[in-house]
């Protein structure tokens, strides 16, 4: 649905359109209309009442004022006591030209239902006297035809009786002293009906000094006049005072102000009526009058309306909720064609400036910011706070001049103009620029923020509150949050908290933080900050060691599954050519000046490279706002409590930003793999890249499942899978058994074996597939043609040293038929007298080999000979090497003590004698610790001797 804009259904008056108003138009003088010398608008009463939207208040007012001069009741002293701006003068204006009676009644827009109300049929002329408080000056009599007027009771005698009236009160004007009530009733009497309009009384008595007369009398002598004239007006039933009095002490000036506005008010309220002030709503209709000439489409105008209060009960939760109910909508026509939010913020808020004037400084505002936009062909369906043209020069100046020193910056860096940040996000986000989102919404937190106070309890103009100053039916709102979000992060002068918005011209802490955000070096700061973040959050699960940002020289080349993190200088592209490839085959490659043996105990993560810079750019962020924090907490700067908070609470978005973007930067997993197929060679090297979810809770683990899934690590290993690498690459035709420390060492170090996580895999892995007989046998180590330690189908308890045999199974098997036969002949030939002879089984079957018999020297095999007595002990001393006692000694428990602990009923007895001797003798301390060990190890005996 397309809106009708506003210029095609609302058209401004014609000095408004054209920017020919000047800008004292908008200030009614009272003293200049008497005088007959004011603006036409003012001086001729059709055109006045023409242009002045009869407010409820005024109703009332001008409906006492008709009563009281036609003599049907009404009050004799009104009372206008509103704020700075409230419409008093034109008020009065308005009494003026209903009382002199120029023009017919009929003439003036609104004035006959007025009458008809108060039940007068015609109106009798009245005579006025206009007293103005700062025209008059208290030492400076007035010559009117050659007679001085010294005093405020003088003048209102002339202007209402002319020298006859005069001679009622000239001995008081000439003494300076308070004519008295009877004499003034008898004046009022005398001229009535008549209209006193008193205006600024406060600022005329305010300058006479205490005790202290002057021509215009004393400061207790114009109280007394104020005290008597409210008197005798009351024994005048067709007379009338309106009187307007400052709302503030502030606006009564001075001290003795403050005593004249204390003074006046009292001595006025025994008999006044107070008069009601302009509600908001009534303000819509004055700002209208004044500024447009007419609605040229009232279908298309409540069209428009009726648009936006849907759009904002569509979008409830984005609006404020005074927008849900139904007399918004009347709100929207009676404005019409200016948003209500523009009068909320301008009588809310620009109202408690001291020099901003409530009706005055709006039509002046408001003029300027009508040409401007009717000058720029402005399209907009409602005139809107995102609409203010802030770049035109003489609404900037207008606002400025209400405002203190300071927001021009403001406006031009962070609000509106062609250098402004909001311009220049917008050109270069079309998703911003095609609805000028970034400006209109700061336009809007300005016009609601920049007239701040100091007894202003909450600061900001709430989220809600800025979409209505800016979103218009057919845009989402959501569009405008991202707006004030990128806002948030580019402006210096925009604060938010609590989920409130406000310009102020002290920089925020964003620019300090963007200043601080230079002084930060990739290498020296940015890149520590990053190592710091990965190492926190990177656990050491399934490697043996992480080394982030680690030289080739400073990674182990060991047995350990190692994870390498790669710095952001060596980030991954998988378009071009990655510097993380060429890092990660450096390493790799080379341990330092060596070269790396371990090369598949490696696995590298690296930086994407499209998001290394924003990175960078938020740890930048993030170590600014933490210099910030800490140099608060230690005094270096200042800040009150708003701006602290704000800080920590930057410093800890910021520090989940890193945390988030750093998962999001490491997202590639890279991988070096080599392919191989007996008998066809090896491939070259390539590295295979997989992403990193960034969204998983645990990064160790994310990068333990995709290695899993990817079949990079294997961390359970089938018997099968092993039995096929022995089968492709270390059984051959003439080597039919393979050292398992070997085979692990290899798979380590080979890229086209499978990465096990760790020899326990492997040792697993060999458990599991002992006891069948489909994948491999054991042997604790091969001499002379026979296994050591055989193990085939069965289980057994494995130490994998160099000496463990993986034996092909057809070879495992042959053999241990080989032993079965051997055992079964020998138990045969036992049976036989002579000498044992024992029988040796060569490596692969094959005829049985005689041995030496045992009486030439030879160990026995197998059972005790026929016709010899049973052995039933058995004795052996056996020297060995001190620097090879640990191997030996194991093999000698493999080879002679378990083929007798493995029978039942063979008890064994195993004592160690140890010797030695030291040319120059033992110290003390070897001597102590000899001792304490032996003590622990529970050695039966243990001296030393001196060996004389």
């Known amino acids: 649905m397309i809106l009708k804009p506003w210029r095609e259904i609302a058209e401004p008056h014609s000095d408004v359109r054209e920017g020919k108003f000047q800008q004292a138009e908008f200030a009614a003088d009272l003293s200049r209309v008497h005088a007959g010398t004011a603006n036409a608008e003012y001086q001729n009463p059709a055109l006045f009442f023409q242009r002045t939207f009869i407010t409820e208040g005024m109703r009332l007012l001008l409906d006492s004022v008709v009563k009281r001069l036609a003599g ?37 827009q609104g004035v006959p239902a007025i009458l008809d109300a108060a039940g007068v049929t015609e109106l009798p002329k009245a005579r006025i006297a206009v007293l103005d408080g700062i025209k008059s000056s208290p030492n400076q009599p007035v010559v009117r035809e050659g007679q001085s007027i010294r005093t405020l009771w003088g003048d209102l005698a002339w202007q209402l009786g002319g020298a006859d009236g005069f001679n009622l009160v000239a001995e008081a004007d000439a003494s300076g002293t308070s004519p008295g009530k009877e004499v003034l009733a008898d004046l009022l009497g005398r001229y009535a009906p008549c209209v ?20 215009g009398g004393t400061f207790d002598s114009n109280l007394s006049f104020a005290h008597a004239l409210t008197e005798a007006l009351k024994a005048v039933p067709t007379a009338v005072l309106l009187a307007s009095l400052p709302e503030s002490d502030k606006e009564a000036g001075s ?12 001595c006025f309220g025994r008999v006044q009526a107070l008069w009601k002030p302009v509600a908001t709503e009534e303000a819509f209709e004055i700002v209208r009058r004044r500024l447009f000439s007419n609605i040229n489409d ?19 939760d984005d609006f404020p909720q005074e927008t849900q109910d139904s007399k918004y909508l009347e709100r929207l026509i009676h404005a019409y064609p200016v948003h209500p939010e523009v009068f909320d913020r301008l009588y809310e808020d620009w109202s408690t400036l001291d020099n901003f004037q409530r009706t005055r400084g709006v039509l002046k505002l408001m003029a300027k910011v009508i040409h401007r936009l009717w000058k720029d062909g402005n399209n907009d369906p409602l005139i809107m706070p995102g609409s203010l043209p802030l770049m035109d020069a003489d609404t900037l100046n207008e606002v400025l001049y209400y405002l203190p020193q300071g927001w021009t910056p403001v406006i031009e860096r962070d609000v509106d103009g062609e250098r402004s940040e ?47 100053g800016v979103a218009q039916p057919g845009q989402q709102p959501n569009l405008f949050k991202d707006a004030l979000r990128r806002l948030g992060d580019r402006l210096h002068y925009l604060n938010h908290a609590n989920n409130r918005f406000w310009l102020d011209t002290r920089p925020n802490l964003r620019r300090e933080m963007e200043e601080r955000k230079r002084r930060f070096q990739d290498r ?30 400073d990674v182990p080349d060991d047995w350990a599954l190692r994870l390498v993190v790669l710095p952001p200088d060596a980030a991954f592209s998988k378009s071009g050519q990655s510097l993380a490839i060429e890092r990660a085959t450096e390493i790799l490659k080379k341990r330092g000046d060596q070269p790396r043996f371990k090369q598949n105990r490696l696995i590298f993560v690296a930086a994407d490279y499209d998001s290394v810079s924003r990175l960078k750019d938020h740890v930048r962020s993030h170590l600014a706002w933490r210099s910030i924090v800490g140099d608060y907490k230690d005094n270096r700067i200042v800040l009150d409590n708003l701006m602290a908070k704000q800080a920590q609470a930057s410093m800890d978005q910021a520090e989940e930003t890193v945390r988030r973007m750093i998962r999001e930067t490491y997202k590639w997993l890279l991988a ?13 090297m390539v590295w295979e890249h997989f992403p990193l979810n960034p969204g998983a809770q645990n990064w160790s683990q994310e990068i333990e499942r995709v290695l899993k899934e990817n079949e990079l690590l294997i961390s359970e290993w089938a018997p099968i899978h092993l039995a096929k690498v022995l089968k492709d690459w270390f059984w051959k035709e003439d080597a039919k058994d393979a050292s398992a420390l070997n085979v692990w060492q290899q798979s380590c170090q080979q890229l086209y074996l499978p990465r096990l996580k760790d020899d326990t895999v492997f040792q697993r892995t060999m458990a599991a597939g002992a006891e069948s007989r489909d994948f491999f046998g054991f042997a604790q180590g091969k001499e002379d043609g026979r296994y050591i330690g055989f193990s085939y189908g069965k289980r057994t308890s494995l130490i994998m040293d160099s000496s463990l045999l993986l034996v092909e199974p057809l070879t495992a098997a042959a053999y241990m038929e080989a032993l079965r036969a051997a055992e079964e002949a020998s138990r045969a030939q036992a049976v036989g007298a002579g000498a044992g002879a024992t029988t040796s089984v060569p490596v692969g079957g094959g005829e049985p080999l005689r041995v030496e018999d045992s009486a030439k020297g030879g160990y026995q095999a197998g059972g005790a000979t026929a016709g010899q007595s049973a052995k039933k002990q058995f004795y052996g001393s056996i020297d060995l090497d001190p620097i090879q006692a640990k191997r030996q000694f194991a093999d000698l428990v493999d080879e002679v003590v378990q083929q007798f602990t493995l029978r039942p009923g063979v008890k064994v007895r195993i004592a160690v004698e140890i010797q030695a001797e030291s040319p120059s003798g033992f110290d003390d301390g070897l001597q102590r610790a000899v001792k304490e060990n032996c003590n622990v190890l529970k050695f039966k005996s243990a001296e030393f001797e001196t060996g004389d």
């Open 422 to 468: 909001t311009w220049e996000i917008e050109n270069k986000d079309t998703r911003f620029g095609s609805v000028q989102a970034c400006r209109r919404a700061a336009r809007a937190i300005f016009l609601g923020s920049a007239p701040s106070t100091a007894n202003q309890g909450v600061r900001g103009l709430e989220l809600e509150r800025v979409i209505l």
């Open 255 to 266: 001290q003795r102000g403050v005593r004249a506005l204390e003074a006046l008010a009292h």
């Open 196 to 215: 006193i309009l008193i205006d600024e009384l406060v600022a005329y008595v305010r300058q006479f000094e205490d005790g202290k007369s002057l021509a």
């Open 72 to 108: 049907k009741g009404g009050d004799p002293v009104i009372q206008l006591q509103t704020a700075f701006g409230g419409g008093k003068t034109h008020t009065m204006l308005a009494v003026y030209h209903l009382a002199k009676g120029e023009a017919p009644a009929s003439d003036l």
């Open 524 to 553: 020296e700061d940015v890149f520590p900050a990053i190592r710091e973040g990965v190492q926190r959050r990177l656990a050491s699960g399934v490697f043996g060691g992480i080394h982030i940002f680690t030289g080739s020289g």
């Open 298 to 316: 009232k279908l298309a105008m409540e069209s428009v309306c009726r648009a936006f209060a849907d759009y904002y009960i569509d979008n409830r």
């Open 672 to 684: 070096p793999v080599q392919e191989a197929r007996p008998g066809k060679g090896l491939s070259d």
